[in-house]
Antibody, heavy 114, light 109 residues
Framework: EVQLVESGGGLIQPGGSLRLSCAGSGFTLTSYWMDWVRQAPGKGLVWVARIKSDGTSTSYADSFQGRFTISRDSAKNTLYLQMNSLRAEDTAVYYC???????WGQGTLVSVSS | QAVVTQEPSLTVSPGGTVTLTCGSSTGTVTSGHYAYWFQQKPGQAPRTLIYDTSNKNSWTPARFSGSLLGGKAALTLSGAQPEDEAEYYCLLTSGRGVVFGGGTKLTVL
């Protein structure tokens, strides 16, 4: 069974940093393009970043370029999102997803507040 | 990046047919946008229904179909069921990345 499991969310103060992880089981992350998507409370889905299947290329939504970094560890079959200079408006559930084929994790909540 | 537009809300009767659309501020949506459609119910993660315009996942009910219609991507639900009440998001891919639409709240009533 294909599973993506995010972790690393929590409460963080403004200006802080956090690294989210997304572990794959029954699913080899390096075979697919992988994405991070976020959803603020009561709001819609927002694409954050993407990494190519071979890891040679990354892309970001304009809003996150320079602050967020997507990466992966092939040996651990894990995707990461490093988030720096966090702001209150970064409060959201963060999902990892593989598009295609369309697998999603259950999400991890990041709350930025003093 | 492009702005992707969806109907904010739609209502369909049980057993009825409804079409949701997904347009791009840059112009006509084509197969090269690799349109996706997702269903999200309250408190749940999104679920992929359609990828690459019209391809279904193994878990996608047969009553859902994807297409290109009038310069937009479209999701058609034929024979709506009460459990289809949800938020539906589309996604378009471009050379610069990926953009989600704002979502359509579908009510089955």
């Amino acid at each position: 069974e294909v599973q993506l499991v995010e972790s690393g969310g929590g409460l963080i103060q403004p200006g802080g940093s956090l690294r989210l992880s997304c572990a794959g089981s029954g699913f080899t992350l390096t075979s697919y393009w992988m994405d991070w998507v976020r959803q603020a409370p009561g709001k819609g889905l927002v694409w954050v970043a993407r990494i190519k299947s071979d890891g040679t290329s990354t892309s970001y939504a304009d809003s996150f370029q320079g602050r967020f970094t997507i990466s992966r560890d092939s040996a651990k079959n894990t995707l990461y999102l490093q988030m720096n200079s966090l702001r209150a408006e970064d409060t959201a559930v963060y999902y990892c997803a593989s598009l295609p084929p369309g697998a999603w994790g259950q999400g991890t909540l990041v709350s930025v507040s003093s | 990046q492009a702005v992707v537009t969806q109907e904010p809300s739609l209502t369909v009767s049980p057993g009825g047919t409804v079409t949701l659309t997904c347009g791009s501020s840059t112009g006509t949506v084509t197969s090269g946008h690799y349109a996706y459609w997702f269903q999200q119910k309250p408190g749940q993660a999104p679920r992929t229904l359609i990828y690459d315009t019209s391809n279904k996942n193994s878990w996608t009910p047969a009553r859902f179909s994807g297409s290109l219609l009038g310069g937009k991507a479209a999701l058609t639900l034929s024979g709506a069921q009460p459990e289809d009440e949800a938020e539906y998001y589309c996604l378009l891919t471009s050379g610069r990345g990926v953009v989600f639409g704002g979502g359509t709240k579908l009510t089955v009533l």
